[in-house]
C-alpha cells in the first residue's frame, strides 16, 4: 500500500531538481526507480549534459540522487541506472564502479539499439548502451515471465520433434509461452521520423522501459524517473497500470511530456 497523503500524489510531473524533490518523498515507497540521467558531456549542445566542470563533480552529484533514490526504494525494489560509451567517454564506467561499492549489484542489462551510431573509424561501431540495476535488499520483486520472447511458428515445429518428450502437449505449451528474455535487451532505438518522437535528443523508446517496468513491479506499484526527460517513464508505467512520478528540471521538456500524456502520444 502507498502513503495516501499529500506528500505524495502519484501519477504527475513534478518540475524540479531531482535531488530536492526526491529528498521531499517519503522512504520505501517505489517499487522500481527508472534514472536516465545527464550522461555528462556527450551531448555537447544540451546545457543539461555539461553541467558540471570535472567528471568527479558529476559522479559526487550522482551520489546524491542515487542515496535518495535508494532511500524511497522499497526494500524488494530495483533501480535502473543508463549510460553509455558510444563516444568513447567513460564516465559511466567510473559511475558502475563507485555504485557497485556504495550499494548491492543486482545486473547490468545492454540495451541493444538494433543499429549502430556515431561512427568510429578507428574501432567497431558502438551500438549499445548500458543499465546498471542496482538493488536494496536481497530478495527482490522480478516477474520473469512478464517479457517471455516468443519463439516462431517454425522453431515450434521444429522443436516439437524431439521425441525426447513424453507430454507433447505440455511441451507445445511450454513453447508457446516463449522463451525467457536474455539481459540483452534489442530493441531498435527511435529514429528521426519515428512517430514516438516527441522532441527530445535522448528519448528512450517506451518498448525498452515497458520491458524494465513489467519485470520489475506489478499494477498499482509505484515507479519513479528522477529525470523525466519526454516522459517515456511515465508513459509505459501508464500502459502497464502502474502509479509513477516524474521529475524533471527543464520547463519545455515537462511541457512536452505532458502533452504526450495528455493526447495518448505514448
Ligand atoms: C537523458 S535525459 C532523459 C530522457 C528520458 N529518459 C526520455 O526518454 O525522454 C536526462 C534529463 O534529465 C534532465 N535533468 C538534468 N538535470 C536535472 C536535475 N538536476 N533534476 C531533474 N532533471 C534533470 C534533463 O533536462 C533531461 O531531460
Not at 539481459?183 to 527511435?190: G, Q, T, Y
Amino acid at each position: 500500500m502507498l502513503p495516501d497523503d499529500a506528500l505524495m500524489k502519484t501519477n504527475q510531473i513534478i518540475q524540479g531538481d531531482a535531488l530536492q524533490e526526491l529528498q521531499k518523498l517519503p522512504d520505501s515507497v517505489a517499487q522500481a526507480i527508472i534514472a536516465d540521467p545527464p550522461y555528462f558531456n556527450v551531448l555537447e549542445d544540451e546545457a543539461w549534459d555539461t553541467q558540471w566542470k570535472t567528471a568527479e563533480d558529476y559522479l559526487t552529484w550522482c551520489d546524491g540522487w542515487v542515496v535518495q533514490s535508494m532511500r524511497v526504494l522499497r526494500d524488494d525494489g530495483l533501480a535502473f541506472i543508463f549510460g553509455q560509451l558510444g563516444k568513447r567517454e567513460h564516465t559511466f564506467l567510473h559511475l558502475m564502479s563507485r555504485l557497485t561499492q556504495q550499494h548491492q549489484f543486482h545486473d547490468l542489462i545492454i540495451w541493444d539499439r538494433a543499429v549502430g551510431y556515431d561512427e568510429r573509424r578507428d574501432s567497431f561501431t558502438p551500438q549499445y548502451e548500458m543499465v546498471l540495476v542496482i538493488r536494496k535488499g536481497e530478495r527482490v520483486k522480478f516477474n520473469k515471465d512478464a517479457v517471455r520472447v516468443p519463439y516462431d511458428a517454425k522453431t515450434i515445429e521444429t522443436y516439437l520433434k524431439d521425441k525426447r518428450y513424453k507430454d507433447m502437449d505440455a511441451r507445445r505449451a511450454h513453447l508457446e509461452a516463449g522463451k525467457f528474455a536474455t539481459n540483452i535487451l534489442r530493441v531498435p532505438s527511435l529514429k528521426g521520423l519515428s512517430k514516438e518522437k516527441c522532441g527530445h535528443p535522448s528519448q528512450k523508446p517506451i518498448a525498452l522501459i515497458e520491458k524494465l517496468i513489467a519485470c520489475a513491479t506489478d499494477t498499482d506499484d509505484l515507479v519513479i524517473d528522477p529525470f523525466l526527460g519526454s516522459g517515456t517513464t511515465a508513459a509505459a508505467a501508464q500502459r502497464r497500470g502502474r502509479q509513477w512520478i516524474g521529475i524533471e528540471k527543464d520547463p519545455t521538456y515537462v511541457q512536452i511530456a505532458q502533452n504526450r500524456l495528455q493526447e495518448s502520444l505514448l
